[in-house]
């Protein structure tokens, strides 16, 4: 039996609380929402909360958590073990949400609040500071299954790699000693051990040979101390240790360095991702409104760039099965189809939204888009067209997965 691949984008036009019970448990890895933010405006929502909905800032916020919680919940059901959600919002209801999101995924699953430079010149209306970020909450459906790696290659900088090695590989020196005093001969007996080195061959062995000296491990202040890496270890990767004579004001030295490979051998060099990601590096409201235009018009006031979701993907398996049930114009899985475009992943993205009417005299009614719907549908099929990966759209009425 031929199996077709799934097209890596599925659009579901409806509701995401009438949506999200139809998919199965732990059918997603990652989950990226961009809910409405509650501005203070009025917000989408069409289930029986707006009873609950005051006038005042309290009332507000209890009209939006009641929206938010059954969904956060719902959102939690359907993320697999290993799996994590990622939810942008602004200062309006970050506190309120951060709570929320502890409450139902647990505080002890928080991967780091992230603040996101997207409006780089700042907010220059209203009497406060000028508001130039927003946040990614970022939480594991369970910390220790959890496959989100918090790296990025990106930010690997070659001039963080000065040294060149005989065969014109770059690399740096670290320490083999462990300099983290919470480790020593006593909590870790087992990486207590002499090594012998020749500073002149730069070699390293576990047991002694011609020319070498005896080099114990120890501190600053001359305290015992343990190496990061095991016998063993060291005797199986000779070519990625060098021993130096070290001149320091203390007199002459001679200890045993790691080569930290800039391109090791194995797999790609990661960087851990600060909790600061900035424009220039993950785009700005205006770069996101600017690839919105340059597929369907500027039919969307505030998407999200797709540089913002493809970093999120980056810290994910190359398969991730995707989920965005506020999809607005649909960025997300653009940015799906682009990452898997870029490094051949077979990621997939199911986008809801609800057929919310577009304004009046907008750019999008002007453009013929009656609700927010077709415009995400509008801009996956364009994906579809020119990145590739497929499109396909389901109604929101049968089990979905
Ligand atoms: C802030 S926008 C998301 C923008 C999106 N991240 C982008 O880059 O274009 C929130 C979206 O959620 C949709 N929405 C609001 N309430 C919804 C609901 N109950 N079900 C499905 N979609 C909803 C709105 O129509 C709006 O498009």
New binding site residues.
Partial sequence: MVRVPAPWNTFVE????T?LPLLPDGSFDLI?L????NTGND?????DFRGERGSGRVGRHGAWNA?IRP?LMQARRVLGAGGALAV?IDDHEVAHLRLLLDEIFGEENLLGQVVVNLNPKGRQLGRGFAISHEYLLVYARDLGACVLDPSSSAGVREADFPLLSADGRHYRRLPLRNTNKKFNPRTAPTLHFPVWGDPESGRVAVAPFEGATRIEPVFGDGRPAVWRWSAPRIEERPDDLECRLVRGVRGDRVDVYQRDWLHPPHGQRRKKLSTIWLAEEVGSTDT?VAE?KAILGPV?E???PTGLLRRLLETMPADARVL?????????GHAVALANAADGGRRTCLS???A?PTRAGSNAAHAGYAD??A??RARLRAVAEGVGGGFAEHPATAPLG
């Fill in positions: 409806g509701d995401n609380l949506v990226y961009d809910p409405p933010y917000f989408a929502y069409r289930d929206m969904r942008s996101a919105l969307f505030s998407p999200k965005d049930f506020f999809a607005g114009s649909g960025t997300t809801v939204n609800s919310e927010v719907a415009i995400t």
